[in-house]
Each structure stands twice: as structure tokens, then as C-alpha cells.
């Protein structure tokens, strides 16, 4: 049928010519944001799935921060108990060497003064209160901290350290208590400030060696424990890798993939517009029937 008011030819190619430009225009926004959802009406599934993926891998991120700071509190208590055991050990020397019959009084003076000086840095370290270690003067701030958390001091819950990303999913580490046992006759002092363990007391060997015995126990146990955060911490980074990559098979675009849609679209965009004018200069014909 041959008309003049309504150009049915030219309206299908004028829409047709929308759709291709609309399509243009995503796919031009798709390359330039280097994001597969543009739009939530994208793929409006595959966003709340993402969503929810993002949401758990940020928590993954922060775990592993948690336990990457765990290690480093583990690590500085282990490395004060090194230290302590070197202590220990001299004073365990200079308990023998006390014992030497050809030393004199002011021999002997001398070593025990080098022997308080060792107390005086292991209660520096470990710290407590009078009721605790004795004294006269508590000692709330311990050199055996790390970020205001006291180090070896008696904690029946622990430590507790979140390893992971959903409710849970926690390991305990057990502090240091060296306020008690073998440790506590070392640092302990009487009412007056004295220690109650000098160089020459016959127990002094004994206590020190408890003492040293006690310090490894500990050792190990923080050894097991950065053993099991180590472990915690290389899972979760593989997590962390794998939800990286479930998010990114969701959200980016496929360059090669969305290059070639963008070449059809302008292609489309390009013959619609050529076929919208050829459409409007149909009506043209029917002048010549007038003629």
C-alpha cells in the first residue's frame, strides 16, 4: 500500500537503528568501565550473587589482617621468652660459679650483683602487681607487652583470634602466665623490696632450672599456636585468591568478547542510519502517481 501520512518502513528502521545505538552505547560503557554490569538490569542475579561474594571476600581480607597481627603478638612474646632464657641461663652460670671454693666474699658479692641486675630485667619484663610478685611498687606496665596487651600475665581465657570469615570461626592462643611456679621464686621480692632468691640460697639451681623449664613449655606452646596461624593465614590468602576470581568472572568484562560486539553494534548503527534514509525517501514514489 502506498501512503504518504505513515512511513511503516522508515519507523521499524528507526527503531531497529535504537536498539543498535543502545547497544553501542553499553557496549561502549562495558570497555571504558572495564565492568561486565553496567546496569543492575545487566544481569540482575549475577550483581546480588557479586554483592554478596564482595561483601565476603573484604571479610576474608580482614581476617587476614587479624591473623597476620596474631602472628606478630605470638612472634614478640616469643621473642622475649628467648631473651629470658638467655637470662636464666647466665644466672644458672653464676650460681655455679658461686660456688667455687676459691672465690672470696667480695667474689661472690660481685656475681650476686649481676644476679640482681637479671632479676631486676626479668621482673621488668614480666611485671604484675604486689599481690602477684611481692614488692613494694606494682608494676602495671610491663616491658613483655605488645600494643597495651601484657604478655605474661595470668589469663585463664586467652587470647581469642578470628581466623576466619564467618561466626566461629576462632582459635584461642594461651598467654604466658611466668607470675607462678619457678619463675615467681626468681622475680618474687618480700614486703621490703628484697628478693626472696639470692645467688647462694641451696634451692637457687633448682629454681632457675624450673625456671628454664617452664620458659620452653611456653616457647613450644606459642610455637604451636604461630604453627597454626601460619596455616590459617595461607588458606585464607587462597580464599581470598579464588573469591577474587569468582567476583571477577561476574562483574569485569571479557575485552576480546565485548570488542567484538562493540564492532557489530557500530557496524549495525552504521547501516540502520543508511537504511533509516533510504526509508524516508520512500514516500518520494508516491508523488509520481500524482503526477
Known sequence: MSVINTNIQAIAAAR????????????????????????????AAGLAVSEKLDAQNKRVRAAVTNVQNAVS????????????????????ELAILAKDVTKNVSDISLYQQEFSALQDQLRATIGGATTEIGGTVDND?????????????????GL????????????????????????????GQDAAGAYQLELIDAGAIASITGAIQQVATERATLGASQSRLEL????????????????SRIRDVDVAEESTQYAKFNILVQSGTAMLAQANQTPESVLKLLQ
Do not use: C, H, W, Y
Open 16 to 43: 531497529n537503528l535504537n536498539q543498535s545505538q543502545e547497544m553501542l552505547g553499553r557496549s561502549l560503557t562495558r570497555l571504558s568501565s572495564g565492568s561486565k554490569i553496567v546496569n543492575p538490569s545487566d544481569d
Open 73 to 92: 603478638f605470638v612472634q614478640t612474646a616469643d621473642g622475649f621468652l628467648g631473651g629470658m632464657t638467655k637470662i636464666l641461663s647466665r644466672m644458672s
Open 141 to 157: 606496665t610491663p616491658l613483655g607487652a605488645f600494643n597495651g596487651i601484657t604478655l605474661f600475665g595470668p589469663n585463664a581465657a
Open 160 to 187: 581469642t583470634v578470628t581466623i576466619g570469615q564467618a561466626v566461629g570461626q576462632d582459635m584461642t592462643i594461651k598467654q604466658s602466665d611466668l607470675r607462678s611456679g619457678d619463675m615467681l621464686d626468681i622475680i
Open 232 to 247: 590459617a593465614a595461607t588458606t585464607l590468602q587462597v580464599e581470598f585468591e579464588n573469591l577474587g576470581a569468582a567476583i
